[in-house]
Nanobody, 121 residues
Framework: QVQLVESGGGLVQAGGSLRLSCVAS????????MGWYRQAPGKQREFVAR???????TYADAVKGRFTISRDDAKNTAYLEMSNLKPEDTAVYYC???????????????WGQGTQVTVSS
């Protein structure tokens, strides 16, 4: 059993900052990529940022220069530092991770329950 638990969401004014955390726990042998997605009301879930195991990061164009993804592999944790937040960043933010519980690797996708980020204008 693997669980992803997000935290750090909340209400912030436009221009403000938040830091999201995602902790993976359970039967974990290896974590490949960890990333963040978001879903605004009435919209599809969309990609935000991703960190591969070999220190490669990618970002959605909408958040480049404002959001930074990082991870602490010793703690099975990913972070999303969000700055200069805009009302259009309002969404439920979900953590995603590719996790294998055994070797040879058998990576599977896992999702957290989401954390709400609300940016007021």
């Amino acid at each position: 059993q693997v669980q992803l638990v997000e935290s750090g969401g909340g209400l912030v004014q436009a221009g403000g900052s938040l830091r999201l955390s995602c902790v993976a726990s359970g039967s974990i042998y290896s974590i490949n990529a960890m990333g963040w997605y978001r879903q605004a009301p009435g919209k599809q879930r969309e990609f935000v940022a991703r960190s591969a195991r070999v220190a490669s990061t990618t970002y959605a164009d909408a958040v480049k220069g404002r959001f930074t993804i990082s991870r602490d592999d010793a703690k099975n944790t990913a972070y999303l530092e969000m700055s200069n937040l805009k009302p259009e960043d309002t969404a439920v933010y979900y953590c995603n991770a590719q996790i294998s519980w055994r070797f040879p690797y058998n990576y599977q996708d896992y999702w957290g329950q989401g954390t709400q980020v609300t940016v007021s204008s």
